[in-house]
């Protein structure tokens, strides 16, 4: 792009509304990017999903295209870690609601929903006690004939070699 073109409009949230098919790690950090360059202060994304789905890689993402500082990894022990904004952007919280037994629990978590992108992973039976609109972000994994099985107790390395290859079905929604 050169001085005399205007920037392209950022396309809205909205433009991700319906079903992705996600080929690897490296996509779904790229969908968190593209994604994240969407959001806005205020903005609450639910991510729900098995473990090892993908909702930290999107995550890094979304982190990515806000700039912020920090390593983002799973808040798995520490239930909810702050990225600060390293420019004028807003700062991204990163929640892992797993262990949260209330919606009063999320809220004594003290977050500025108002001011901060929140990212939550395990939080759609309490998002409604903290935003009257969010984003929910549903990716399941291992799906489209890898012959995993792990309902019958399939275990072993390879197993999980197998089923971080396989693509996910990510499905982008805007609740209520």
């Given amino acids: 792009m050169n001085a005399t073109q205007p920037a392209l409009p950022t396309p809205g949230l909205d433009a991700f509304v319906g079903e992705h098919e996600i080929a690897d790690p490296a996509a779904m950090e790229e969908l968190g990017r593209r994604f994240g360059a969407a959001l806005r202060p205020g903005d609450l994304v639910v991510l729900t999903g098995p473990l090892g789905a993908g909702k930290t890689t999107l995550t890094r993402g979304i982190a990515a295209s806000l700039d912020v500082r920090g390593r983002v990894q799973s808040p798995t022990f520490v239930i909810a870690r702050t990225h600060p904004a390293l420019g004028d952007g807003p700062a991204l919280v990163h929640v892992d609601a797993y262990r949260l037994g209330t919606d009063g629990e ?27 609109t969010w984003w929910e972000v549903e990716i399941d994994r291992g799906w489209s004939g890898t012959g995993l099985d792990t309902a019958c107790g399939t275990a072993g390395p390879h197993v999980a070699d197998m089923e971080d290859a396989a693509p996910r079905r990510v499905r982008v929604s805007r609740r209520p």
């Fill in 106 to 132: 999320l809220d004594d978590l003290d977050i500025d929903f108002a001011h901060s992108v929140v990212v939550a992973e395990w939080a759609a039976p309490f998002a409604a006690a903290v935003a009257d």
